[in-house]
């Protein structure tokens, strides 16, 4: 039997876009054009951000549209907390470059290429272009994988160093801004010492606005503008502690990307289920209502999730949810990180 055809969806949820999906990612014009001037005139840029700012979407849906229309040959996104990259002896960070770029690992320690001679021999037509980009994804991950390793993150950068004092070789880094501090021993050994910085924010309303909008144009359905100031003002909630104690909940600046992915895709699901929408369809006030408020939506996603992954691994809904609070909650409630081990993330 045939699997079901997918969900017509102009929201991605909780995932980053991918560069298929560059018709729906909106309200990051302005951000695209400045990091794509940026690159254009630095060769090595540093992206960091809060995160759930989107630096993956950005880069996947809007930033490699342009740079492929600049004739560059960009290399696949690379993630050094790859856990392959254990299978084979040498530099693990080294390791995983080369198998998100599917060069050869070295498969022993001694007399390896260095990544600048692999990449150097990777075999060229005619035709391809000169200019050659690599993208670090979640580069953080160099920091955060065997932090107290510093030996083989130096070795590493100073491979990735002499690669990248090639002109012809350009490259955009993306991380989590809190980790810009323990970053910086490390970029003393890169070309530029990656002083070139590019911050992408969380959306401002404005932005926030089109986010909900653009995509929802996009499928012939009319996003009410009362509906979707409403919407944002609602996921903009924060709440702000007191200076005599205690908190309240007050009206913050900007909206995560996840959040309003999360939230627009409910609410979709809710009216759409898995049919095309009507012609002329429209989102108003009343629907949203309907709905609920984002707190519950929130919520519902998140059993429902939970739910999932509890019958697709057979681990009971209590422990999952125990291990969210322990290892992805940290204890001034921000986001943690886990890197994905089988058997036990």
């Not at 254009?40 to 549209?65: C, D, M, T, W």
């Not at 996840?258 to 095309?276: A, D, I, K, T």
């Not at 999730?305 to 422990?319: D, F, K, P, T």
Request: aromatic share 8%; with cysteine; charged share 25%.
């Amino acid at each position: 039997m045939s699997a079901p055809a997918p969900t017509p969806q102009p929201y991605v949820g909780p995932r980053p876009f991918d560069l298929a999906e560059r018709g729906l990612f909106f309200g990051r014009e302005r951000e695209t054009e400045d990091l794509f001037h940026s690159l254009l005139a630095q060769r090595l840029v540093l992206l960091h951000s809060p995160s759930g700012a989107g630096k993956s979407s950005l880069i996947n849906a809007a930033l490699l549209p342009l740079l492929e229309r600049e004739q560059f040959m960009i290399y696949p996104s690379i993630r050094l907390g790859d856990v392959r990259a254990l299978d084979f002896s040498g530099n693990r960070f080294v390791t995983a470059t080369l198998l998100a770029l599917a060069l050869q690992p070295p498969a022993v320690a001694k007399a390896t290429p260095t990544l600048v001679e692999l990449l150097d021999a990777r075999p060229r037509d005619p035709g391809d272009p000169v200019e050659e980009l690599l993208i670090f994804d979640q580069f953080e991950e160099v920091l955060t994988v065997d932090p107290a390793d510093r030996t083989t993150k130096e070795a590493f950068f100073r491979e990735l160093g002499e690669a990248l004092e090639d002109p012809r070789r350009w490259a955009l880094f993306a991380m989590r801004e809190e980790y810009l501090g323990a970053l910086r021993p490390y970029a003393e050994l890169l070309p530029t010492r990656l002083s070139a910085l590019f911050r992408l924010d969380l959306l401002g309303a404005p932005q926030a606005i089109e986010a909900i909008q653009g995509p929802a144009r996009s499928f012939g359905v009319n996003f009410a503008p009362e509906a979707a100031e409403k919407l944002v003002a609602d996921l903009g909630r924060i709440n702000v502690e007191r200076p005599e104690g205690g908190s309240q909940e007050a009206l913050g600046e900007y909206v995560e990307p996840v959040q309003l992915q999360v939230v627009c895709r409910r609410l979709w699901e809710q009216l759409y289920g898995r049919e095309l929408p009507p012609a002329n369809a429209s989102i108003t006030l009343a629907q949203l209502g309907n709905v609920g408020d984002v707190n519950s939506v929130l919520a519902d996603y998140y059993e429902a999730e939970v739910r999932a992954a509890a019958q697709l691994s057979a681990v009971s809904e209590r422990a999952i949810r125990d291990w969210f609070d322990r290892e992805l909650i940290t204890t001034d409630n921000r986001r943690g990180q886990v890197l994905r081990v089988p058997e036990q993330s």
